[in-house]
């Protein structure tokens, strides 16, 4: 009997081994999963401060060139002294603009993934202008500093630069519109010249609407948004005449 006693004692006590060493394993898989965790929360929270970051100093940039255009003239102010007013070195100027164009002109010219994003957004059933129109609402950045970049476009740029600009701005705008119109369109006859026409044409009404605002000094983003939606709404009626005001 006694020797059973041990016999069983002795099964048990790996049992009881093998039971401690799961607990110790699902203890240190849960504290490993909590330190992923805690990582991941911590990366994403760095990753957000650089972001911060960048945004800060991208608009310090914007701001300080608007400026100096303003006091100095466009062409007597130099890259090195926007950075100078930004407290910022020259290089750190060249990573956020390539040249001090695009300080007045990339505000939209290249960074349209949010249009993308919020033409994506929109629903399936809802007719392409005004998806367009609720879409460039979304706008992301500082209005004031958009509203100041486009009076001056005219007024520091000769006008075949400015032109020609505009002319990217307007492209890339269409671009993006184009896409989203294929895609809602789907693979029906005609449709790479349906997209194409939608892409360029409220393009067009979107740039001509943004410099417009410029051009009359508002500083006001629901007036831009009014611009926008009568500037489109002339396309959607034909192009009829405005209506004549007393």
């Given at each position: 009997?006694?020797?059973?006693?041990?016999?069983?004692?002795?099964?048990?006590?790996?049992?009881?081994?093998?039971?401690?060493?799961?607990?110790?394993?699902?203890?240190?898989?849960?504290?490993?999963?909590?330190?992923?965790?805690?990582?991941?929360?911590?990366?994403?929270?760095?990753?957000?401060?650089h972001?911060?970051?960048r945004?800060?100093?991208?608009?310090?940039?914007?701001?300080?060139?608007?400026?100096?255009?303003?006091?100095?003239?466009?062409?007597?102010?130099?890259?090195?002294?926007?950075?100078?007013?930004?407290?910022?070195?020259?290089?750190?100027?060249?990573?956020?603009?390539?040249?001090?164009?695009?300080?007045?002109?990339?505000?939209?010219?290249?960074?349209l993934?949010?249009?993308?994003?919020?033409?994506?957004?929109?629903?399936?059933?809802?007719?392409?202008?005004?998806?367009?129109v609720?879409?460039?609402?979304?706008?992301?950045d500082?209005?004031?500093?958009?509203?100041?970049?486009?009076?001056?476009?005219?007024?520091?740029?000769?006008?075949?630069?400015?032109?020609?600009?505009?002319?990217?701005?307007?492209?890339?705008?269409?671009?993006?519109?184009?896409?989203?119109?294929?895609?809602?369109?789907?693979?029906?006859?005609?449709?790479d010249?349906?997209?194409?026409?939608?892409?360029?044409v409220?393009?067009?009404?979107?740039?001509?609407?943004?410099?417009?605002?410029?051009?009359?000094?508002s500083?006001?983003?629901?007036?831009?948004?009014?611009?926008?939606?009568?500037?489109?709404g002339?396309?959607?009626?034909?192009?009829?005449?405005?209506?004549?005001?007393?």
């Amino acid at each position: 009997m006694h020797s059973s006693v041990i016999k069983i004692a002795k099964l048990e006590l790996p049992l009881v081994g093998a039971r401690r060493e799961r607990v110790m394993t699902s203890t240190n898989m849960s504290t490993l999963t909590s330190s992923s965790r805690r990582s991941t929360l911590a990366t994403v929270a760095i990753e957000n401060r650089h972001v911060a970051k960048r945004l800060a100093t991208r608009d310090a940039l914007q701001r300080a060139a608007l400026s100096l255009f303003a006091s100095d003239g466009f062409d007597a102010t130099s890259t090195a002294a926007i950075a100078a007013a930004a407290g910022v070195t020259e290089r750190t100027f060249y990573r956020h603009f390539p040249t001090k164009e695009a300080v007045l002109f990339e505000d939209y010219e290249h960074r349209l993934d949010w249009l993308a994003s919020a033409l994506a957004r929109r629903p399936a059933g809802e007719d392409l202008i005004s998806s367009v129109v609720i879409a460039v609402q979304s706008y992301p950045d500082d209005v004031e500093i958009v509203r100041q970049a486009a009076q001056m476009r005219r007024s520091l740029l000769s006008q075949e630069k400015a032109i020609a600009h505009l002319q990217q701005v307007q492209g890339a705008f269409a671009r993006e519109i184009t896409a989203h119109a294929l895609r809602r369109l789907g693979p029906i006859e005609d449709s790479d010249l349906y997209a194409n026409v939608a892409g360029q044409v409220l393009a067009a009404a979107l740039v001509a609407s943004l410099d417009v605002w410029g051009q009359r000094g508002s500083d006001d983003d629901v007036e831009l948004e009014r611009l926008m939606a009568l500037g489109v709404g002339f396309l959607a009626s034909g192009l009829t005449d405005p209506p004549a005001t007393g």
